[in-house]
């Protein structure tokens, strides 16, 4: 079932996925004839592959339909240790570092640089926490409780044309759903903001 297909169904048949989407809402599942989620594993130049989760139409469209949410909560909990959204592009960050780094040196102070590259960072979440921390930090419940539903559904791996699976997964956000970076951006937050003892890990 294609995206496309979409928008040839009629009103009565839109109406009953609205209906679908608040079910599936309210109770965090994805109806078991399509739970299930192909990773494509995609060679990379550096070498070794990076993998992309191609979830099923109906939650794709569910994403879609409620990324408005993430990119409000995105603007009422902006951080300036973010490198990523509007004006904080590598470009911008790099070049405040500079900038910083400069008046430092004039004012007699030291100044380092430190890139850190995070290995497999989506797959190393644990989906315990993040459901904490979503819940914490105020993100809409009826969506963070369904994407991580998603994330623990049945995965099938897919290279160079074939398919192995299904494997049940026990970590990790899926790179392709309309929430992962937005779901980044909460797990990271719970590390540099303080956050009272027990609420989150």
């Known amino acids: 079932f294609s995206m496309k297909h979409f928008q040839h169904l009629s009103d009565d048949s839109l109406e009953a996925l609205a209906?679908?989407?608040?079910?599936?809402?309210?109770?965090?599942?994805?109806?078991?004839?399509?739970?299930?989620?192909?990773?494509?594993?995609?060679?990379?130049?550096?070498?070794?592959f990076r993998p992309i989760g191609l979830?099923?139409?109906?939650?794709?469209?569910?994403?879609?339909?409620?990324?408005?949410?993430?990119?409000?909560?995105e603007l009422a909990h902006s951080r300036s240790y973010f490198a990523a959204g509007q004006h904080a592009g590598?470009?911008?960050?790099?070049?405040?570092?500079?900038?910083r780094a400069e008046a430092g040196a004039l004012q007699g102070e030291c100044a380092a640089s430190v890139?850190?590259?995070?290995?497999?960072?989506?797959?190393s979440f644990n989906l315990e926490w993040l459901a904490h921390?979503?819940?914490?930090?105020?993100?809409?419940?009826?969506?963070?409780?369904l994407a991580i539903s998603a994330y623990k559904m049945p995965r099938l791996l897919s290279m160079g044309g074939f398919a192995d699976?299904?494997?049940?997964?026990?970590?990790?956000?899926?790179?392709?759903?309309?929430?992962a970076t937005t779901f980044v951006r909460i797990y990271v937050m719970s590390?540099?903001?303080?956050?009272?003892?027990?609420t989150a890990q």
């Open 133 to 145: 921390r979503a819940e914490y930090w105020g993100f809409p419940e009826g969506a963070w409780r």
């Open 90 to 99: 590598a470009t911008d960050v790099v070049w405040r570092q500079s900038v």
């Open 19 to 48: 209906i679908l989407f608040e079910a599936m809402e309210l109770s965090a599942c994805i109806p078991c004839k399509i739970e299930k989620v192909l990773i494509a594993l995609l060679p990379q130049s550096s070498g070794g």
């Open 191 to 198: 590390a540099y903001d303080s956050i009272p003892q027990g």
């Open 165 to 179: 699976g299904p494997f049940w997964p026990a970590r990790g956000v899926v790179a392709g759903c309309s929430f």
């Open 115 to 123: 890139l850190w590259d995070m290995s497999k960072f989506y797959e």
């Open 55 to 73: 979830f099923p139409a109906v939650y794709r469209l569910w994403g879609r339909s409620r990324r408005h949410l993430a990119k409000e909560w």
